[in-house]
């Protein structure tokens, strides 16, 4: 059932940026000199407002070479602080309605939760000709009437999303950068590293990454401990969790890319192993990508193998995707067929001495395995046919997508995509088939600054869910406005 109570302090934020938008759209600046026509114009759009928001570049050009449309928030960009400063303010709100039903399959009480979440960000960047930045960024997440247990991911009022500083370690004309502090990572499709954007609270890390971009190759190093959210104090990193590794970016061919990566985890925080055993965890990784488009065509193929121990076991594990797609360029609405087939191993034999559960990382397997997030890349095989299309230009974009998902090896657990076990038969006589779920999203862009998502998620459960506990299907219905500045 769905309530109206909303805190007052979320409608004046509401009510504030909904005064705000409405003139965003402005006409050309009268001000500005005519354009010279006998010069090349060059048409500039607002710049993107991006995941990654210290990615965005806000250096507009002065000249008349450029027609660049003027915005409300432009003079909140690029601000000339003298000696050859300047710096860039930006920002976001975010509120979601979400209405779930029997997300444990029928095992928890109530069976419907109907909640709203609230995320406000502000950020800070300062930079000094291209030598040297500060990029600082604060959060405030809200969970409101949610009647079950707080998730993770859900609240974490007044603390420091990123705060981190570059440096170009070789002069300002060479794009070897050093980067120290809190930041996001997203390497990939977000596979393995992502900040995880549908979160209310998005992932982060504390470390160093040292990076550099060319015209054929994008290399990064990093060494980074994760960031826990603590409620009732700063967050601080993980202490006792390292991850490292090495990320590079092959971009010679083109309308294609090549990802390389090899990557390392190092826990010795006291974790259970699929097979019983309690302890330290060392897990190397290397993997790669391949994506394109020809013609009509997108496709992409991404495969990782791991390695290491956990709790005195041998760590040997796999993962493999394939996705692809046809637009329909020339119909009414573009619309794009697709599907996808993803693997990622599990554990066969909980007494062998060996790991075979993958290990997915720090993952958006929101993209991947559904929206209801039941499902993560760990003993898993899952199929999924979807359907894109455009019937508004670019303002509207509608998908529909049918997910299939079974158990790679029948004696180890399902695992949701924050990696937790859930269901498990541990003499595999439940079968494999988990289930199937269908997801249906409405994503408007309303303009330069705002959208809305809408979105509907039905989950049926299958043999393993029916034989391991209560089994009802799942539902989720949520809806979401984001402005971002």
């Known amino acids: 059932m769905f309530r109206n109570r909303v805190h007052s302090s979320h409608l004046i934020g509401i009510y504030a940026m909904l005064c705000v938008c409405p003139s965003i759209s402005l006409g050309q600046n009268t001000d500005a000199p005519p354009a010279d026509k006998t010069l090349s114009i060059k ?14 570049n806000f250096s507009y050009p002065d000249d008349a070479t450029y ?16 000696n050859d400063w300047n710096l860039t303010l930006g920002g976001e709100f975010r509120f979601r309605l979400e209405s779930e039903t029997n997300k444990g399959f029928g095992a928890t009480e109530p069976a419907n939760d109907t909640f709203e979440l609230y995320r406000y960000m502000l950020h800070a960047d300062f930079k000094y000709q291209k030598l040297f930045r500060v990029f600082v960024q604060g959060m405030s997440a809200f969970d409101e009437h949610r009647d079950l247990p707080l998730r993770g991911i859900d609240e974490n009022k007044w603390d420091l ?6 440096i170009r370690v070789l002069g300002e004309d060479l794009p070897l950068t050093l980067r120290v502090g809190r930041q ?9 590293i992502s900040p995880f954007e549908w979160g209310n609270i998005r992932r982060r890390f504390d470390g160093v990454k040292l ?19 603590q409620r009732k104090q700063r967050d601080r990193y993980n202490e006792d969790f390292d991850f490292y590794g090495a990320y590079a970016t092959y971009k010679g061919i ?16 006291k974790t259970v192993n699929p097979n019983g055993n309690i302890g330290d965890t060392t897990r190397y990784m290397l993997g790669s990508r391949f994506w394109g488009k020809h013609g009509p065509m997108d496709y992409e193929a991404e495969i990782a193998g791991q390695w290491g121990t956990w709790a005195g076991d041998t760590i040997q594990a796999w993962s493999w995707t394939i996705d692809g797609g046809y637009t329909f360029a020339d119909a009414s609405g573009k619309p794009r067929i697709g599907a996808g087939f993803d693997w990622a191993s599990g554990d066969e034999d909980p007494f062998d001495g060996k790991v075979g559960t993958f290990n997915q990382l720090f993952p958006l397997g929101h993209k991947y395995f559904g929206y209801m997030d039941l499902i993560g890349r760990q003993n898993i095989t899952a199929v999924n046919v979807n359907l894109t299309a455009w019937p508004v230009a670019k303002k509207v974009k509608a998908r529909a997508a049918y997910h299939t998902f079974w158990l790679n090896a029948k004696r180890d657990a399902i695992y949701n995509a924050g990696a937790g076990a859930g269901r498990r038969d ?5 079968g494999r088939e988990i289930g199937h779920e269908l997801d249906l999203t409405v994503a408007v862009k309303m303009d330069k600054h705002q959208s809305m998502l809408f979105g509907y998620s039905h989950f049926w459960d299958s ?6 506990g209560p089994s009802e299907d799942a539902d989720l219905f949520y809806v979401q406005y984001q402005m971002k500045f």
């Open 43 to 56: 048409k500039v759009n607002h710049p993107k407002l991006l995941n990654l928001r210290y990615d965005e």
């Open 67 to 82: 027609d660049y449309e003027p915005d409300l928030f432009d003079p909140l960009k690029n601000i000339d602080l003298g």
């Open 161 to 166: 999303q990123q705060l981190f500083f570059d």
């Open 184 to 192: 996001d990572l997203q390497y990939g499709n977000q596979r393995f």
């Open 211 to 229: 990076f550099a971009k060319g015209k054929t190759w994008d290399v990064d190093l990093f060494f980074v401990k994760p960031v826990i959210v």
């Open 254 to 269: 083109p309308n294609h890319g090549l990802d390389l990566y090899a990557l390392a985890i190092n826990n010795t925080n």
């Open 426 to 430: 541990i003499f595999g006589n439940s």
């Open 463 to 468: 043999t393993v869910i029916e034989q391991t």
